[in-house]
């Protein structure tokens, strides 16, 4: 069964909404902020790719976001986005699911948690912040806010978490469990976050020189935060979409099955300058297909491949093919797509591979099933 | 059973009451339960907070190559494998066919190691040990790992309903033939960060808990896992396999009423519970019994009484959790395993902690174990965000 996608609604380091997606897809650039770093040697700056949520409150009032965090207000700027682009927001929603995938959740309050008792001790826990700490309390608030009163569900796969929980959003549509689902990605950043990356890749000498994810065997990850959401229905119910059709989601692991992507499919590929997963993208992705890498566009973050299925959607609906923002690709035979193109009759297929060699793959259709 | 019910041929389980299925069971229907202050970090909270914990020298937990792994991630390869072997599969074989492995928990996915970030917040050098450990210890991805599999992958993340989300989940990965098989549960570690969190929302009894005591004052924590192996009728038939069990149905509902509380009429409740019932084509009079979240929570319980003694009147409820503690994202799990055994064994134990009625409550749990002859039962849990998720499980009798 095919999903339609009926809106879709993205905050990230590139700007609010699918028009600054655009945009920034049109210029092949996106601006970093700089953010400061704790390290042994003192504090230090380094570039991430940030989401700025104050556009939440043209739909949600200030007092109601009181004790709305950080990650739970992405969570609400992509969902409404999302019902906007869908012209659905003020759809009933007891027959709507909602469906979030997420790689490290809420870690701003889940360290503000820890702060409120690691000085003072144990009986100055912040009951706020824990409740808000745990994964699906993007969820929640949405759900409460919304009055989305079908399943809801919150997957952590790292990587992979995307296609994971794009997974359940096509068999509770295939079930009929619910008729539309809003399904939505979200990491944010935190100082933390940012500590251990500098720790984990800011002593090699070749970070901190900006993305250049198609050299597979460079560090060059930016990290990046923001949330990517879409209302997604059964296509016999969509009918038309302007974003196109969900076909396909696929997982597997790098040497235990063939990763295969067809020849006529224009590819994006996931790969966000880490060098670990580089190699595996160096390895298995085909020589055969068109190819684009939009992650300096967002930057690098577990649940990146849902902006590439918001891209993806965008070149369905604008009928062309976005430029890769970096060129050079160390590994030869890819066709990396270095001028826009039309996309035609093909489909774009999404590739996602983790660190651990595991992988997610989600592939889009422009055309109905019955073709026009 | 119906041709969408889903075959159960395997449960491993390890929580407070036993390292195993078979001793866990032994002690409910024994009526033990043994909390106590947690041993495994302290507290500069005034009182004590009994827990239920899982020793930390148990073998299964400590076997060679995982010590690079969360307990978390320890505790659901126990319980894999336990399960694994109950339903009597070959590692060989099972990478053969197609495996997917949907696995709930909240401790599991939570980067909050304590001592790693006091010593951030102190700007010393921490040791990068936790994190690479964290990294390391999703719960689904190292079943997958363990085993081998390659199948779809999935780590629920849904607070307190994660692991009858799991198993439901896993079901219909079952039921639409996108899996042969599904190793599908939930695990969570006792951690002094939640034990923090639930105390400090004043729902955690100084006590052992005393779900749906007119007396009751809260939760107690608790740890462990448990993993259904889900299997299709074509590989049960093939290799000849009976079934413990059947999933019958999955039900599923947010609240959208308030992030810890749940809804006070228990709206979506009623709703998950009703959606699991017309799945499994059951009636109340079906029913042997019913799993209750029964945590111990002055609105937990108010509210799971009330909807159960509307919708099923007269049919025995009982919580566990007076035996294991709330494990979170495992309980849902754990319960379910439970549920399986209880329904073979044709009765149900006595509700721990209860010994007075709440004027408040329309009904009041299983006051002593008793005998059952029904063979369909609801196991039901409702989490933080207002999820609610209801499992209904079935066994054939005459095959037993």
Not at chain 1, 170 to 179: A, C, I, Q, S, T
Not at chain 2, 245 to 269: E, I, R
Not at chain 2, 359 to 368: K, W
Request: proline share 5%; net charge negative; aromatic share 8%.
């Amino acid at each position: 069964m095919r999903l339609s996608i009926q809106g879709v609604g993205v905050v990230g380091g590139f700007g609010c909404g699918v028009e600054a997606l655009n945009h920034a897809l049109a210029n092949r650039e996106s601006r970093t902020q700089s953010v400061s770093v704790k390290t042994a040697q003192g504090m230090r700056q380094m570039p991430a790719f940030l989401a700025d949520t104050s556009k939440i409150e043209d739909f949600v009032n200030k007092k109601a976001l009181r004790r709305v965090d950080h990650y739970s207000k992405l969570a609400l700027l992509g969902a409404y986005l999302a019902l906007e682009d869908a012209g659905q927001l003020e759809a009933d929603r007891q027959r709507m699911g909602m469906i979030i995938a997420t790689g490290y959740g809420a870690s701003r309050t889940t360290f503000a948690f820890l702060d409120s008792f690691k000085e003072d001790g144990d009986k100055f826990s912040s009951p706020t912040h824990f409740s808000n700490s745990v994964h699906n309390a993007a969820v929640a608030n949405v759900s409460m806010l919304l009055g989305i009163t079908g399943p809801g569900l919150t997957v952590s796969q790292f990587e992979i978490s995307v296609s994971s929980a794009l997974f359940t959003v096509r068999n509770w549509l295939k079930e009929g469990r619910v008729d539309s689902v809003l399904f939505g990605a979200i990491d944010e950043y935190c100082d933390v976050l940012g500590y251990c990356w500098h720790r984990f890749f800011g002593e090699q000498e070749d970070a901190g020189q900006g993305m250049n994810p198609l050299s597979f065997n460079l560090q060059s990850a930016v990290p990046g935060e923001g949330a990517a959401f879409f209302l997604l229905t059964r296509e016999e119910n969509g009918g038309q979409s302007p974003y196109g059709f969900i076909e396909a989601v696929e997982m597997g692991r790098c040497g235990k099955e063939k990763l295969e992507v067809p020849e006529e499919v224009m590819l994006i590929i996931g790969a966000d300058g880490h060098k670990k997963c580089g190699s595996y993208y160096k390895r298995y992705v085909p020589e055969i297909a068109p190819t684009v890498c939009y992650t300096p566009i967002y930057g690098s973050l577990p649940v990146g491949s849902a902006f590439d299925l918001a891209i993806a959607a965008l070149s369905i609906k604008n009928k062309k093919v976005f430029p890769s923002p970096k060129n050079g690709c160390d590994k030869p035979g890819i066709k990396i797509v270095s001028n826009e193109q039309a996309l035609g009759n093909r489909s774009i297929c999404c590739l996602k591979i983790g660190g651990g060699g595991e992988w997610g793959k989600m592939t889009l259709a422009p055309f109905p099933l019955t073709r026009p | 059973m119906r041709s969408s019910s889903v075959a159960i041929t395997g449960l491993g389980c390890l929580c407070a009451p036993g390292n195993n299925l078979g001793e866990c069971m032994v002690s409910l229907f024994k009526g033990d339960r043994e909390p106590a202050p947690p041993l495994r970090f302290t507290s500069s909270h005034s009182g004590s907070y009994p827990v239920f914990e899982v020793p930390d020298d148990l073998a299964s937990l400590n076997h060679k190559g995982i010590s690079d792994i969360s307990l978390t991630a320890r505790l659901a390869l126990a319980a894999a494998h336990e399960a694994v072997g109950d339903a009597g599969l070959d590692r060989e074989w099972l990478r053969s066919k197609r495996v997917g492995i949907c696995m709930g928990t909240t401790v599991g996915s939570a980067m909050n190691n304590e001592a790693f970030y006091r010593q951030y917040c102190r700007d010393e050098e921490p040791d990068m040990a936790p994190i690479t450990r964290f990294l390391h210890s999703n719960p689904a991805s190292v079943l997958a790992r363990e085993f081998d599999l390659t199948g779809p992958c999935q780590t629920v993340v849904n607070a307190c309903s994660s692991g009858t989300d799991a198993v439901g989940l896993g079901a219909f990965w079952i039921q639409s033939g996108l899996c042969d098989i599904v190793l599908a549960g939930g695990a969570d570690e006792l951690c002094h960060v939640t034990y923090n969190g639930f105390i400090s929302l004043m729902i955690t009894d100084d006590l052992p808990c005393k779900p749906f005591d007119r007396e009751r004052k809260g939760l107690n924590l608790g740890e462990g896992a448990a993993v259904l192996v889900l299997e299709s009728e074509e590989c049960r038939r093939n290799r000849k396999k009976q079934a413990r069990a059947f999933v019958l149905g999955y039900g599923a509902s947010c609240d959208a009423y308030h992030l810890t509380a749940p809804h006070p009429q228990g709206k979506g409740l009623r709703r998950a519970i009703e959606e699991a019932m017309e799945l499994s084509g059951s009636a109340a009079s079906d029913l042997a019994f019913i799993n209750a979240h029964g945590t111990g929570t002055k609105d937990n319980d108010r509210v799971e009484a009330q909807v159960l003694n509307d919708l099923f009147p007269g049919i025995p409820f009982l919580s566990t959790k007076g035996y294991t503690g709330h494990t979170l994202g495992a309980a849902g799990a754990i319960e379910a395993a439970f549920t399986v055994a209880c329904l073979e064994e044709g009765r149900v134990p006595k509700n721990a902690g209860f010994a007075t009625p709440d004027p408040d409550l329309p009904a009041s749990p299983v006051q002593s174990g008793m005998a059952v002859k029904e063979t369909v039962a609801l196991s039901e849990s409702l989490a933080f965000g207002g999820h609610n998720a209801v499992l209904v499980i079935g066994i054939e009798r005459g095959l037993l």
